[in-house]
């Protein structure tokens, strides 16, 4: 199982995805994602330019050991280009692996803890009447937790909300607006709007895009407590984990972090004084199953549990080493999941399932997914970014 070739194939097919391909020579092939929303091109150089002649002769079932000579070989540790292609790497070992054993890959993780994963979609709307039309039609598409994200009146979008990365060649980053103030008053009267109409069981979800200061972030974990919510995510910019600390002391509101975190350091002090309900990293932004793995084993000592980022721009490679790893832990908790357009599902072939709200791997050898080279090959890199913010004075604020 000597690794003798390895791709980096980048695509845009709804939108950008990095893909690592590594092939044995025995011709075994391994998929593992690297993509980093607005900042792709960054990881394709540190894969091909640094990693790929590492990999090259190397044995593909040294996981661990490919992980440690990738993470302290560089000398540079930790940050978000350097994990994604750690990840890259480490999920492509893992799909080789289980392909050599002939099993799917939670096999190897252990085997499956569960029936299926249960996962939550986005419901969005500038106004009640949209959301709750959106509400509806994720529980037409099956999704038994919703999370709600909502206009505030007075701002120009909803934010938060992803659109689908498709950008015109050469566009610049969209500019939104945003108002702490005017958020917070509005935000508990949707949140008893939607509980009206849909009731107390339909578990919700709010993401506040780390936002708040953690005054702020503690009033509205307060404010929303009559309405359940399963967490409320990003409540603080990541960065600083002991305003959680703050936030804590003030609200029994679960919370979840992590989507921008990339090491288990990130999450180090959050978990150890139990600060947070959820852990939100994704398999492709923290290194991969074998880091990742290791994150949720230690946050399982603390009845933490696992809220995997799934947004779209996690690619279908990325998705399912997420399904694989959330099947096989104990701790699993929920699985953010945004289906993928029409055209990204034809250039990765995958065999996960989607039934009464839960998703599952599947069963084929590997983590079940394929890349059509040639399909992919029609959707060449289109620049895109994320937006980004201004106060009302004109102050950059976070997205
Ligand atoms: O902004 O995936 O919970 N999901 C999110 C996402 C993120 C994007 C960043 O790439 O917050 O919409
Ligand atoms: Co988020």
Known sequence: MIIDRAEVIVTSPDRNFVTLKLTTGDGLTGLGD?????????????????VVPLLLGRDAGRIEDTWQLLYRGAYWRRGPVTMAAIAAVDVALWDIKAKAAGMPLYQLLGGASRTGLLAYGHASGSDLPELFD????????????????????????????????????????????????????????VFEAVRNEFGPELPLLHDAHHRLTPIQAARLGQSLEPYDLFWLEDCTPAENQEALRLVRRHTVTP??????????????????????????????????????????????????????????????????AALHLGLAIHNFGIQEYMMHGARTDQVFQQSFTWSGGLLHPGERPGIGVELDVDEAGKYPYVRAYLPYNRLADGTVHDW
């Open 34 to 50: 690297a993509t980093l929303n607005g900042r792709e091109l960054a990881v394709v150089a540190y894969l091909r330019d640094h």
């Open 134 to 189: 959106s509400v509806r039609r994720h529980r037409e598409l099956g999704y038994r937790a919703i999370r709600i994200q909502t206009g505030v009146p007075g701002l120009k979008v909803v934010y938060g909300i992803a659109s689908n990365g498709t950008a015109e060649a050469d566009a610049l980053p969209v500019e939104e607006d945003w108002d702490t103030r005017a958020y917070l008053r509005h935000l508990p009267a």
């Open 255 to 320: 919370l979840a972090i992590g989507e921008v975190f990339n090491t288990v350091f990130d999450y180090q002090q959050i978990i150890r004084e139990q600060l947070i309900d959820y852990v939100r990293g994704a398999v492709t932004h923290t290194g991969g199953i074998t880091h990742l793995r290791k994150v949720l084993d230690f946050a399982a000592q603390y009845q933490i549990k696992s809220g995997m980022h799934g947004p779209a721009d996690i690619s279908p490679v990325g998705m399912a």
